[in-house]
């Protein structure tokens, strides 16, 4: 009984996950095929532009930033709105926070709780506050899982 309780909540968490991957694509969002993201990540699109490719996992607690309120106090001639662009097989661990401006390249691994806070290229492990990359990933690089399967 609980692996069928268990099953059926992961179910209602994919449709759930539609929903919300549809609300994020009107909004302006462009996001590849299979890509996961948690019901528990935040995308904000309000004021930038948000790109996610293909095959990605962003997991709970993620912020993605697309703009920064604070910019036009810093520096009057900057309103503030920016783009985050995240590229194919990208994994982002619980907790990570991209801010506005930043590119994250293909097959790149992004540790729980960092701070992207500059541009991360293709086939790295990066974590920390403020990121810094702590491994090259040899080539060729392994891709995410095509499904994300139930735990039993």
Same mark, same amino acid.
């Given at each position: 009984?609980k692996? #069928? $309780?268990?099953?059926?909540?992961?179910?209602?968490?994919?449709i759930?996950?539609? #929903?919300?991957?549809? #609300?994020?694509?009107?909004?302006?969002?462009?996001? &590849?095929?299979?890509?996961? $993201?948690?019901?528990?990540?935040?995308?904000?699109?309000?004021?930038?532009?948000?790109?996610?490719?293909?095959?990605?996992?962003?997991?709970?607690?993620?912020?993605?930033?697309?703009?920064?309120?604070?910019?036009?106090t810093?520096?009057?001639?900057?309103? &503030?709105? &920016?783009?985050?662009?995240?590229?194919n097989?990208? #994994?982002?661990? /619980?907790?990570?926070?991209?801010?506005?401006?930043?590119?994250?390249?293909?097959?790149?691994?992004? &540790?729980?709780?960092?701070?992207?806070?500059?541009?991360?290229?293709?086939?790295?492990?990066? /974590?920390?506050?403020?990121?810094? $990359?702590i491994?090259?990933l040899?080539?060729?690089?392994?891709?995410?899982?095509?499904?994300?399967?139930?735990?039993?």
């Amino acid at each position: 009984m609980k692996s #069928f $309780i268990k099953m059926m909540i992961h179910y209602l968490g994919n449709i759930l996950r539609v #929903f919300y991957l549809s #609300f994020l694509r009107i909004s302006g969002a462009k996001i &590849g095929k299979n890509t996961m $993201i948690s019901l528990g990540a935040k995308i904000d699109v309000r004021r930038g532009k948000v790109i996610i490719g293909n095959h990605c996992l962003i997991t709970h607690g993620c912020y993605i930033l697309s703009h920064d309120g604070a910019a036009h106090t810093i520096n009057p001639n900057d309103n &503030g709105s &920016g783009y985050v662009t995240i590229g194919n097989h990208v #994994f982002i661990g /619980v907790n990570t926070v991209v801010m506005r401006n930043v590119t994250i390249g293909n097959h790149a691994i992004i &540790g729980a709780g960092s701070v992207v806070n500059k541009d991360i290229p293709e086939g790295v492990v990066a /974590v920390g506050n403020p990121i810094r $990359i702590i491994k090259e990933l040899p080539k060729p690089y392994r891709k995410l899982p095509k499904k994300h399967t139930p735990a039993r």
